[in-house]
């Protein structure tokens, strides 16, 4: 493995002007992303209006920075300089992702740009109120405008006209080479084998127990639980901040400030717990990016999948696992009180691995959640190759909604409505979600093969190896790879749904006793 020295981008003069012209934008940004992360945590609602000027000049400004035509100068000549270096030499691998952004932000035009951004707002408030009313018709036209808009975008960035489609230029734009023949590679194989998996639980006569999901617990207590266990498992508060806010989500300026929250609910330990370790995840990636690469590519994260990778392993292959639920509830019982008294171990993790299909992605289980994602990913790709008409976007949704998941939706805002995704012109974004809970079952088994008594270490605490082990391989790596390529690199093999799937089955089928 090539060990990045940081040093390595002042020996190259011309690329040093790209990097560092980049640096200047993307200084802009993470600015930017401060003041998103106060709006959403610390902001008195009265400076909204200030705050989306602030934001929306900062934008502006990045914009211009990024698309300079002196960057452009400066990527040709630093192209030039690192032709003779190895693929995967830091300077090389930074001209190259440079290039990749410089690329999209340049190919779109500004009235473009600037339709979409306006469209998108608008759009975004008549979803919720047309999901608030369950009224589909008050979306269409906006959902039409968007598509329209998303094919024009992908027309500007271009796909492979020989094996490809428009949905890739796209995708592209969060999961850099996605293709949608190569998810639906990954996801027709997942489909097949979780099917039979979840027509079995449904018919289980063994139910595990969910009672520890009904019980309530002081929301300030679950505060300083999820505070201690983030802790634990290795976010560093003296580089981040944990908070709350309506929706969890992890931001910040680098590595070395980084800003998550989380949300508790009274009745649920687990969904708070689940939600902190889920940020945590990704803000452990934030916080083991080289520092030396800060605002550049080598010191930036892959792709969407793999930032989820890093989040659905921590919440569901360490949080859902017995080992950790040993653990958890020693923690649980000093932080929670005697209300505790009454739950063992098991029913902590009997109560975390409770399948059961309902309507809304964001709610769904571990198991039930990718039929979700792979829903969404068929209608997008339909719209967007204009083999879907908007119009018959709810009749397809219920449809696939009976094949893959057995239910009967019964209105729109438990159905199409029901994610902000599409409203915001975000389209190519979903199958990222399964993409990585994908990806972390593969890294996680690898991360069990190289590192003896793993598990039994996670049933004490400790839980240090496997940071480490993630850290090495993955987060420091910044976008040297891309996923797919990462993911052979890290484990020996393609991206597949069949660790995933081994982690499913030797979990539920003696739960469910199937
Ligand atoms: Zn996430």
Redesign the pocket.
């Given at each position: 493995m090539t060990t990045v020295l940081a040093a390595s981008a002042a020996g190259i003069p011309a690329v040093e002007r790209a990097v560092s012209l980049a640096r200047e934008a993307r200084l802009l940004g993470s600015t930017a992303a401060i003041l998103g992360w106060d709006q959403e945590t610390m902001m008195p609602g009265g400076g909204l209006g200030h705050r989306s000027r602030q934001l929306a000049q900062l934008a502006r400004l990045e914009h211009g920075m990024a698309t300079d035509v002196r960057l452009g100068e400066a990527l040709a000549a630093a192209e030039d300089a690192v032709r003779a270096l190895p693929e995967d030499h830091a300077d090389r691998v930074n001209v190259r992702e440079l290039r990749r952004d410089f690329d999209r932000a340049t190919k779109l035009p500004a009235d473009l740009v600037e339709e979409l951004a306006s469209v998108a707002s608008i759009a975004q408030h008549e979803w919720a109120e047309a999901r608030k009313a369950s009224d589909f018709a008050r979306f269409r036209p906006w959902l039409e405008r968007i598509v329209a808009l998303n094919r024009r975008k992908a027309e500007c960035f271009g796909w492979d006209r020989a094996s490809g489609e428009p949905w890739d230029a796209l995708a592209d734009g969060f999961e850099p080479g996605c293709t949608a023949r190569e998810v639906a590679a990954v996801f027709g194989p997942l489909r097949a084998r979780l099917q039979p998996l979840l027509d079995a639980v449904r018919g289980a006569v063994r139910r595990p127990d969910g009672s520890f999901n009904e019980h309530p617990f002081d929301v300030d207590a679950q505060e300083r639980l999820g505070r201690f266990v983030c802790g634990a498992i290795g976010f560093d508060f003296g580089r981040g901040r944990l908070d709350r806010s309506t929706h969890p989500f992890c931001g910040g300026s680098h590595c070395n400030d980084v800003r998550m929250t989380s949300r508790y609910s009274p009745n649920c330990v687990l969904d708070g717990l689940g939600s902190s370790m889920?940020e945590t995840g990704?803000g452990m990636y934030e916080q083991g990016l080289d520092p030396a690469w800060v605002s550049t590519p080598m010191g930036e994260a892959v792709s969407l999948s793999i930032h989820?990778s890093q989040?659905r392993l921590w919440e569901n292959q360490v949080g859902r696992g017995m080992p950790f639920c040993r653990w958890v509830h020693g923690a649980m019982r000093e932080h929670l009180g005697s209300g505790m008294d009454r739950f063992t171990a098991q029913q902590v993790f009997e109560a975390a691995n409770v399948v059961e299909p309902g309507f809304i992605r964001v709610d769904a289980d571990e198991a039930t959640y990718n039929m979700h994602v792979m829903v969404r990913f068929e209608l997008e790709r339909a719209m967007i190759a204009g083999q879907l008409a908007v119009a018959d976007l709810p009749g397809a949704w219920n449809g696939l909604y009976r094949d893959y998941l057995g239910l009967t939706v019964p209105d729109d805002r438990r159905g199409c409505l029901q994610d902000v995704h599409w409203s915001g012109g975000m389209i190519g974004y979903f199958p990222t979600y399964t993409l990585g809970t994908l990806n972390a079952a593969q890294f996680f088994e690898t991360a069990r093969q190289e590192l003896p008594g793993l598990e039994e270490g996670f049933a004490r605490g400790d839980f240090r190896p496997l940071r480490e082990w993630l850290t090495a391989k993955i987060h420091r790596q910044g976008r040297r790879h891309l996923s797919g390529r990462l993911c052979e690199v890290v484990t020996g093999a393609p991206l597949s749904a069949d660790p995933f799937m081994r982690h499913l089955e030797a979990k539920l089928k003696p739960m469910y006793g199937i």
């Open positions: 889920h990704h989820e989040s």
